[in-house]
């Protein structure tokens, strides 16, 4: 078999570079649902806690000292921004393996032998 036509080898080009985007939008999605799961822990243990126990958050290299509805508050605030975050990363995600599936559709048609 020769060389493959240029428009081939941009399609496979192409799908290389979705099937790296696609590692990495499923990595960063990984990385935001682990995130996640530490918030809903985190949730967990102070929602357990006493409302006048003292609470402290780690602010850069110190710990400062805070109640429990203002981290509750800002806690269930991350967590918000990490569903909204997934779910935009969970459609972009699909919107790649369409893309994928497409592009490999078009390799094969175009490297099988004409019917008729």
């Known amino acids: 078999m020769g060389e493959l036509p240029p428009q081939v080898q941009n399609m496979l080009a192409q799908l290389q570079q979705v099937q790296q985007q696609l590692q990495i939008v499923i990595s960063q999605r990984i990385q935001i649902e682990n995130s996640l799961k530490e918030v809903e822990n985190a949730i967990q243990e102070v929602e357990k806690v006493e409302s006048d126990t003292a609470i402290f958050k780690s602010v850069g290299t110190v710990l400062v000292k805070t109640n429990k509805d203002e981290i509750l508050k800002e806690l269930k605030e991350k967590k918000e921004t990490f569903e909204v975050r997934i779910k935009a990363l969970e459609r ?17 048609s175009l490297l099988s032998p004409q019917a008729g």
């Open 92 to 108: 972009q995600e699909e919107r790649l393996k369409e893309r994928l599936q497409d592009l490999q559709k078009k390799i094969k």
